[in-house]
């Protein structure tokens, strides 16, 4: 199953950070994992980045950089996503995180999480 990453997931192994599990980092570089970060974390870091609450050596241009070298694919939002955010129940209250596990159900991605809050949706998970 193919891999979608949460934002702190994506963060920590752009920086190298501890916090990201060695089980996470094993599977995120398998390269018979295919690996997705939705356009909602992007929009997440742009947002925090801006108002610098999140620091990024290097700038912006790091993470671009680095989607790029490390075989990352943007998911981007569609309809269908959006529309399935409807049948979530209320259990994270975080918009990004929300339509980050809508797309992980809708495509049939597994989430790559740290958030214990994931686990209360029907969502595949892995830490």
Known sequence: M????????????ITGDKQLSDNALAKIKNPDKKCFISIASIWEIVIKYSLDKLEIKGGFQTVENFLENNDIELLPINLKHTKNLLKLEQHHRDPFDRMIISQAITEKLMNVTKDKYFEAYDVKLFW
Do not use: S, V
């Open 2 to 13: 193919d891999l979608l990453l949460d934002t702190h997931a994506f963060l920590w192994f």
